[in-house]
């Protein structure tokens, strides 16, 4: 049973900063997707819940050809998946959450809680490293930008500290020549992934691998970049069997763990037929790319 | 009469409690409040096996806020069972006494004023249990050196332990058909336990009245039942026990039998004279309600070289958890279901219910079916193959003709099993692309497709407590009509169609009947929504009645008009003279003039139907002599998958389902119960799983145990094969479809996949790490099946 609790609504950022600045024993509260589960298991039973909802000066989605995309850390999935200039200019964003939760989750659920809560199971993390994105924190005494690549440090653990707010996420606008792709492996079509990986590949004008990147899923600790495997590649003329190797590396270098729905040699099986497909998938685009 | 000439049977009426569920109208269990109601909790054993050495509540009793503790002391320790007989006693307190033999079994209950009151209280009753030893697998259990739980059955003379129950049945020479035979194989199948998925948890309200009687509302799947059991638990008579209609939010079997917590909520309300009410968390149904059977199926089939199937050797093995439960008749039907659909002219069966200390089991939509048709199914192929035959040509050959007659007695009637299989196989292209398949298997391409078959019969209706069904039409001063019935609408629809078969009969339109249904005190007994007969044994009653009350009013008009009744039409509620249509009386007048007329006589008709009115009793659950069912439903249906073999994925792109329900009372019903199947199917053979560790679920919640949604949902299609027709003048015969597609889903995905990958599949469910392993062995010229 879910704890009894003080109930804080702020009414602006500022307001939200200040009261999470006074209340120790305090949780922040957004579409409460991930946090009323743990809540009601009785994992996790604050004193103060802050409820920033609300907030409506985090929740937008602005994009710029130059400075790219911004999205509010309480933007929802579901106005993600809606959003028309992310449809055109991320399409992998966009597929990447119609296939996050159902509709009912995405409604609820924003992309502040979902990267706060640092699942590495989580579908956005892996997507936005792939795509080079950044992520924006902040308490009352001021903000910091790090790269979202280091902002997970374990299970269920970011870089913030009490007190701090995820604020906005931003990803740069697309290079010429990039593509991007994402798949989860799961059982039922609404749940969360066993394991998921995405690439991302830009290539040069004479069609060599200029950057690559390759993020998965619920393969460790954290969303996992496998760095040896992208070392394979850059530089390189890809084909198939690049990428038929560089699955195999990967499937070597991560690190998951098993559980009832699956073994560890699975997971690291399948995460190297993901990534070697993200791979294949992420370099047509990028081919057909302007 | 014509099908074609019937304005609301046999039409695609939409849900009558439609509009109130999806606007939150509907009152389910939960939604009750009383004056006064507590909340109730149980305390469940944390142990699958233990002696109760000391149940000490006097600290729970002491706390503000508690009004009630009861424990067996405070019951007349009466057990009860899902099967009650001489060979086959109740085994079962409603509340443990002295022993548990399974984890979460009921060991106490308190009634508080709020849940954290309750909670805290079950944390201050102190428990002394000496442990003892458990077993959990049912083929361990039967070995001699394994702990006891309950004694052997005093009948079975096998040398095993644990052994609830036992049922032997033969037909034919078994040993002349296998001597005969060009072809044996024997092969050995496994099934999971999976959980009914319903979408309500149990729940129970209690309320012992003023008038000392005990008032209980409880998501159940028929109240009658309920009753029977609770008095007699209770130690009370029928009459001081009412139970009353709530919404049900599904059950598919796992809501029939009395369960501990409606105990002990009436116990505790019969202590504190207060109303309480027990609502099941979802962890706790994972771990403390009953789930399905698992049954392990060994089978040896033998056939002629042109594939005419010779004889048949089964053996199941049926998990029952710690008490009997409906384990023995998962065993029974079993047997049914093997013998029903095709031509097997020798059959040796024997099946083993056997105690362990898991949960203990309830039916469950097809109850064996799933795991006997997706046994036989897959050996078929099996067979088919090795004697170079298609799938489609083997199954024509040896499923049942109309009016073939069953070992049991039964006539199979107008079976279409021939033409759901025929048709099926025409309207998927079945047999080019399972060659196409076979061709592609050897292809560089890592996504295979591949389609598969399978079948089933069913039963519809048969003789269990309590046997039949009376309805009660009443016509009202409006004309309008009110149905008196027990049957309890679980989510099947059975309150639209009984609406419809009253408005057939009586020219009424479907808003202007009303159904008052499920109360013990105020509506006569009805067979239950359990045992796949509402339609056919309820419907029929409630035409009956309708027809009654029909005649009743046409001899009125008769009388008013100065006619004959065979001259009379009734039409909008009005009843014309034939041949001069101005001669005519409204329903309304008919009614005022009967009470104005005959003594007061507001019309009112009365219908009763029982399934097999010759039969006396019941088949016998030891030798399976006996009838069975007056119509066995019968479909094919047919799956389309894909298999990632480098993932070992497997999706199912379309399943298509050929059936034979008699005749479609309501369509869209029928297809609302095949897709339903069908989706239960598809978490049969791919996902769902109760993944049990020493006795405790350790999947205990919809994120931990995989049950497809509807964005899962697989697409379908239907075709009718309609054998029965709906007829005025008497009694219908249509066929269950309620239950049997799950098998089908399940034997033809299995089948399919097969055909996809060349891997056999012999347990479910089937996960992608399990194809993976299954073709690395293929690879490595192991077997390749994929097995336990
Ligand atoms: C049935 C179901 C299925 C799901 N399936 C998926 C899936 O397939 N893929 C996937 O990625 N996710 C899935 N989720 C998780 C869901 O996406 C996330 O729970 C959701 O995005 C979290 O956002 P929220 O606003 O609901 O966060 P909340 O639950 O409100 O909060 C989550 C955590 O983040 C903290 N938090 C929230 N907002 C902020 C903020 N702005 N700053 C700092 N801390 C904050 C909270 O304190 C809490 O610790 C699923 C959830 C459910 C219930």
């Given at each position: 049973?879910?704890?009894?609790?003080?109930y804080?609504?702020?009414?602006?950022?500022?307001e939200?900063?200040?009261?999470?600045?006074e209340?120790?024993?305090?949780?922040?509260?957004?579409?409460?997707?991930?946090?009323?589960?743990?809540m009601?298991?009785?994992m996790?039973?604050?004193?103060?819940?802050?409820?920033?909802?609300?907030?409506?000066e985090?929740s937008?989605?602005?994009?710029?050809?130059?400075?790219?995309?911004?999205?509010g850390?309480?933007?929802?999935?579901r106005?993600?998946?809606?959003?028309?200039?992310?449809?055109?200019k991320?399409?992998?964003?966009?597929?990447?959450?119609?296939?996050?939760?159902?509709?009912?989750?995405?409604?609820?659920?924003?992309?502040?809680?979902n990267?706060?809560?640092?699942?590495?199971?989580?579908d956005p993390?892996?997507?936005?490293?792939?795509?080079?994105?950044?992520?924006?924190?902040?308490?009352?005494?001021?903000?910091?930008?790090?790269?979202?690549?280091?902002?997970?440090?374990?299970?269920?653990?970011?870089?913030?500290?009490?007190?701090?707010?995820?604020?906005?996420?931003?990803?740069?606008?697309?290079e010429?020549?990039?593509?991007c792709a994402?798949?989860?492996?799961?059982?039922?079509?609404?749940?969360?992934g066993?394991?998921a990986?995405a690439?991302?590949?830009?290539?040069?004008?004479?069609?060599?691998?200029?950057?690559?990147?390759?993020?998965?899923?619920?393969?460790?600790?954290?969303?996992?970049?496998?760095?040896?495997?992208?070392?394979?590649?850059?530089?390189k003329?890809?084909?198939?069997a690049?990428?038929?190797?560089?699955?195999?590396?990967?499937?070597?270098?991560?690190?998951?763990?098993?559980?009832?729905h699956?073994?560890?040699?699975?997971?690291?099986?399948?995460?190297?037929?993901?990534?070697?497909?993200?791979?294949?998938?992420?370099?047509?685009?990028?081919?057909?790319?302007? | 009469?014509?099908?074609?000439?019937?304005?609301?049977?046999?039409k695609?009426?939409?849900?009558?409690?439609?509009?109130?569920?999806a606007?939150?109208?509907?009152q389910?269990?939960?939604?009750?409040?009383?004056?006064?109601?507590?909340?109730?909790?149980?305390?469940?054993?944390?142990?699958?096996?233990?002696?109760?050495?000391?149940?000490?509540t006097?600290?729970?009793k002491?706390?503000?806020?508690?009004?009630?503790v009861?424990?067996s002391a405070?019951?007349?320790?009466?057990?009860?069972?899902?099967?009650?007989?001489?060979?086959y006693?109740?085994?079962?307190?409603?509340?443990?006494?002295d022993?548990?033999?399974?984890?979460?079994?009921?060991?106490?209950?308190?009634a508080?004023?709020?849940e954290?009151?309750a909670?805290?209280?079950?944390?201050?009753?102190?428990?002394?249990?000496?442990?003892?030893?458990?077993?959990?697998?049912?083929?361990?259990?039967?070995?001699?050196?394994?702990?006891e739980i309950?004694?052997?059955?005093?009948?079975?003379?096998?040398?095993?332990?644990?052994?609830?129950?036992?049922?032997?049945?033969a037909?034919?020479?078994?040993?002349?058909?296998?001597?005969?035979?060009?072809?044996?194989?024997?092969?050995?199948?496994?099934?999971?336990?999976?959980?009914?998925g319903?979408?309500?948890?149990?729940?129970?309200?209690?309320?012992?009245?003023?008038?000392?009687?005990?008032?209980?509302?409880?998501?159940?799947?028929?109240?009658?039942?309920?009753?029977?059991?609770?008095?007699?638990?209770l130690?009370?008579?029928?009459?001081?026990?009412?139970?009353?209609?709530?919404?049900?939010?599904?059950?598919?079997?796992?809501?029939?039998?009395?369960?501990?917590?409606?105990?002990?909520?009436?116990?505790?309300?019969?202590?504190?004279?207060?109303?309480?009410?027990i609502?099941?968390?979802?962890?706790?149904?994972?771990?403390?309600a009953?789930?399905?059977?698992?049954?392990?199926?060994?089978?040896?089939?033998?056939?002629?070289?042109?594939?005419?199937?010779?004889?048949?050797?089964?053996?199941?093995?049926?998990?029952?958890?710690?008490?009997?439960?409906?384990?023995?008749?998962?065993?029974?039907?079993?047997?049914g279901?093997?013998?029903?659909?095709?031509?097997?002219?020798?059959?040796?069966y024997?099946?083993?219910?056997?105690?362990?200390?898991?949960?203990?089991?309830?039916?469950?939509?097809?109850?064996?079916?799933p795991k006997?048709?997706?046994?036989?199914e897959?050996?078929?192929?099996v067979?088919?193959?090795?004697?170079?035959?298609?799938?489609i040509?083997?199954?024509?050959?040896?499923?049942?003709?109309?009016?073939?007659?069953l070992?049991?007695?039964?006539?199979?009637?107008?079976?279409g099993?021939?033409?759901?299989?025929?048709?099926?196989?025409?309207?998927?292209?079945?047999?080019?692309k399972?060659?196409a398949?076979?061709?592609e298997r050897?292809?560089?391409?890592?996504?295979?497709r591949?389609?598969?078959?399978?079948?089933?019969?069913?039963?519809?209706?048969?003789?269990?407590?309590?046997?039949?069904?009376?309805?009660?039409?009443?016509?009202?001063?409006?004309?309008?009509?009110?149905?008196?019935?027990?049957?309890?609408?679980?989510?099947?629809?059975?309150?639209?169609?009984?609406?419809?078969?009253?408005?057939?009969?009586?020219?009424?339109?479907?808003?202007?009947?009303?159904?008052?249904?499920?109360?013990?005190?105020?509506?006569?007994?009805d067979?239950?929504?359990?045992?796949?007969?509402?339609?056919?044994?309820?419907?029929?009653?409630?035409?009956?009645?309708?027809?009654?009350?029909?005649?009743?009013?046409?001899?009125?008009?008769?009388?008013?008009?100065?006619?004959?009744?065979q001259e009379?039409?009734?039409?909008?509620?009005?009843?014309?003279v034939?041949?001069?249509?101005?001669?005519?009386?409204?329903?309304?007048?008919?009614?005022?003039?009967?009470?104005?007329?005959?003594?007061g006589?507001c019309?009112?008709?009365?219908?009763?139907?029982?399934?097999?009115?010759?039969?006396?009793?019941?088949?016998?659950?030891?030798?399976?002599?006996?009838?069975?069912?007056?119509?066995?439903?019968?479909?094919a249906?047919?799956?389309?998958?894909?298999?990632d073999?480098?993932?070992?994925?497997?999706r199912?792109?379309?399943?298509?389902?050929?059936h034979?329900?008699?005749?479609p009372?309501?369509?869209?019903l029928?297809?609302g119960?095949?897709d339903?199947?069908v989706?239960?199917?598809?978490?049969?053979i791919?996902?769902?799983e109760l993944?049990?560790?020493?006795?405790?679920?350790?999947?205990?919640?919809?994120?931990?145990?995989?049950?497809?949604?509807?964005?899962?949902?697989?697409?379908?299609?239907?075709?009718?094969?309609?054998?029965?027709?709906?007829d005025?003048?008497?009694?219908?015969?249509?066929?269950?479809v309620?239950?049997?597609?799950?098998?089908?889903?399940?034997?033809?995905?299995?089948?399919?996949?097969?055909?996809?990958?060349?891997?056999?599949?012999?347990?479910?469910?089937?996960?992608?790490?399990?194809?993976?392993?299954a073709?690395?062995?293929h690879?490595?010229?192991?077997?390749?099946?994929?097995?336990?």
């Amino acid at each position: 049973m879910i704890n009894d609790f003080h109930y804080l609504k702020p009414a602006s950022l500022k307001e939200a900063l200040a009261m999470y600045a006074e209340h120790d024993d305090c949780k922040v509260i957004c579409g409460g997707q991930s946090l009323l589960i743990v809540m009601r298991q009785g994992m996790v039973a604050p004193e103060y819940l802050l409820d920033i909802k609300h907030v409506k000066e985090l929740s937008y989605i602005k994009f710029d050809e130059k400075d790219g995309l911004r999205i509010g850390a309480t933007t929802t999935h579901r106005e993600i998946e809606k959003s028309d200039i992310i449809a055109k200019k991320y399409p992998v964003l966009v597929a990447m959450e119609e296939k996050l939760a159902s509709i009912q989750t995405r409604n609820w659920g924003t992309i502040g809680g979902n990267l706060a809560h640092a699942d590495p199971a989580g579908d956005p993390g892996p997507v936005l490293i792939a795509l080079n994105a950044e992520i924006k924190f902040g308490n009352s005494g001021g903000e910091k930008l790090v790269p979202l690549d280091e902002f997970f440090v374990d299970y269920f653990e970011t870089q913030m500290e009490q007190g701090d707010l995820v604020l906005e996420v931003h990803v740069p606008a697309p290079e010429p020549k990039f593509g991007c792709a994402y798949q989860k492996f799961n059982l039922l079509d609404s749940d969360m992934g066993i394991v998921a990986a995405a690439a991302s590949v830009t290539l040069n004008a004479d069609g060599t691998c200029k950057d690559v990147r390759i993020v998965l899923g619920n393969a460790g600790p954290i969303p996992l970049r496998v760095t040896k495997a992208e070392d394979l590649l850059k530089g390189k003329k890809l084909d198939d069997a690049l990428f038929a190797e560089a699955g195999t590396i990967a499937s070597e270098e991560c690190m998951p763990v098993a559980d009832i729905h699956a073994s560890e040699e699975h997971r690291r099986h399948v995460l190297g037929v993901l990534t070697k497909r993200m791979l294949k998938k992420a370099f047509e685009q990028a081919q057909t790319a302007a | 009469m014509n099908n074609n000439d019937l304005k609301y049977v046999g039409k695609p009426v939409p849900r009558k409690d439609g509009p109130l569920k999806a606007t939150g109208g509907a009152q389910y269990t939960v939604d009750i409040s009383l004056p006064g109601m507590l909340v109730g909790k149980v305390l469940r054993s944390p142990y699958p096996h233990a002696r109760i050495l000391n149940i000490d509540t006097s600290q729970a009793k002491k706390l503000p806020g508690v009004k009630a503790v009861v424990t067996s002391a405070d019951s007349l320790k009466v057990k009860h069972g899902f099967i009650d007989t001489p060979r086959y006693p109740a085994d079962q307190y409603p509340i443990a006494v002295d022993m548990v033999r399974h984890a979460g079994e009921e060991i106490a209950g308190v009634a508080a004023i709020d849940e954290d009151t309750a909670n805290e209280a079950l944390s201050l009753i102190h428990v002394e249990y000496e442990r003892l030893p458990a077993v959990f697998d049912p083929e361990e259990a039967m070995k001699l050196d394994a702990p006891e739980i309950h004694p052997n059955h005093p009948k079975v003379s096998d040398p095993y332990k644990n052994i609830g129950g036992k049922i032997e049945t033969a037909f034919g020479d078994i040993e002349k058909a296998f001597t005969g035979s060009y072809l044996i194989r024997e092969d050995k199948f496994y099934c999971q336990i999976r959980t009914h998925g319903y979408m309500e948890p149990q729940a129970t309200v209690a309320s012992w009245d003023h008038s000392s009687k005990l008032n209980v509302w409880t998501s159940s799947m028929g109240v009658f039942l309920k009753r029977a059991r609770l008095a007699r638990t209770l130690g009370l008579p029928f009459g001081s026990v009412r139970i009353l209609k709530t919404y049900v939010g599904g059950a598919f079997g796992g809501k029939i039998d009395l369960y501990g917590h409606e105990y002990i909520a009436s116990l505790l309300s019969m202590k504190c004279r207060l109303p309480v009410k027990i609502v099941y968390t979802r962890e706790e149904v994972f771990k403390a309600a009953r789930h399905g059977q698992p049954l392990i199926v060994e089978i040896k089939t033998g056939v002629k070289r042109d594939g005419t199937i010779l004889g048949q050797q089964i053996r199941t093995i049926n998990d029952s958890g710690a008490y009997r439960g409906s384990g023995v008749v998962a065993i029974f039907l079993a047997w049914g279901f093997a013998m029903a659909p095709y031509r097997i002219p020798s059959m040796q069966y024997e099946g083993y219910s056997v105690y362990t200390n898991n949960l203990v089991r309830a039916p469950q939509r097809g109850h064996g079916a799933p795991k006997m048709r997706f046994a036989a199914e897959s050996q078929f192929d099996v067979i088919a193959e090795e004697l170079g035959m298609d799938p489609i040509d083997f199954r024509l050959k040896n499923a049942r003709n109309p009016g073939d007659m069953l070992p049991n007695g039964d006539s199979v009637k107008n079976f279409g099993l021939k033409e759901c299989i025929a048709k099926v196989a025409e309207k998927t292209d079945f047999k080019a692309k399972y060659e196409a398949a076979l061709k592609e298997r050897h292809s560089g391409s890592t996504i295979k497709r591949g389609i598969g078959i399978g079948t089933t019969a069913y039963f519809s209706g048969s003789l269990v407590y309590p046997n039949s069904s009376t309805v009660i039409v009443r016509f009202n001063d409006d004309a309008s009509v009110s149905v008196m019935t027990g049957a309890l609408d679980i989510g099947q629809g059975c309150e639209t169609v009984i609406s419809q078969i009253v408005a057939e009969e009586l020219g009424v339109p479907l808003n202007e009947i009303h159904v008052h249904a499920a109360d013990t005190e105020t509506t006569p007994v009805d067979i239950g929504s359990w045992i796949s007969g509402l339609t056919y044994v309820t419907g029929n009653a409630a035409k009956k009645a309708a027809s009654h009350a029909m005649k009743k009013l046409l001899n009125v008009a008769a009388q008013e008009l100065g006619s004959e009744v065979q001259e009379l039409i009734a039409l909008d509620k009005t009843i014309f003279v034939g041949h001069s249509p101005d001669r005519k009386i409204s329903y309304g007048q008919a009614i005022a003039a009967s009470i104005a007329k005959n003594k007061g006589d507001c019309i009112i008709g009365e219908g009763h139907f029982r399934t097999m009115k010759d039969e006396v009793s019941p088949p016998s659950l030891s030798t399976a002599k006996g009838r069975w069912t007056e119509n066995y439903s019968n479909y094919a249906q047919v799956a389309e998958v894909e298999v990632d073999t480098e993932t070992g994925m497997v999706r199912i792109l379309k399943a298509t389902t050929a059936h034979d329900c008699g005749f479609p009372v309501n369509p869209v019903l029928v297809e609302g119960q095949i897709d339903g199947q069908v989706s239960m199917g598809q978490g049969h053979i791919l996902s769902e799983e109760l993944r049990v560790e020493d006795g405790c679920v350790i999947n205990p919640s919809f994120l931990e145990y995989k049950m497809p949604c509807a964005l899962d949902m697989v697409e379908t299609d239907y075709i009718d094969v309609i054998t029965e027709t709906y007829d005025k003048e008497h009694h219908y015969n249509t066929k269950e479809v309620g239950e049997g597609y799950v098998s089908g889903t399940v034997a033809s995905v299995a089948n399919a996949i097969y055909n996809a990958i060349g891997i056999r599949v012999k347990k479910t469910p089937v996960h992608p790490q399990d194809i993976i392993d299954a073709l690395e062995k293929h690879e490595h010229g192991g077997k390749g099946d994929l097995t336990r």
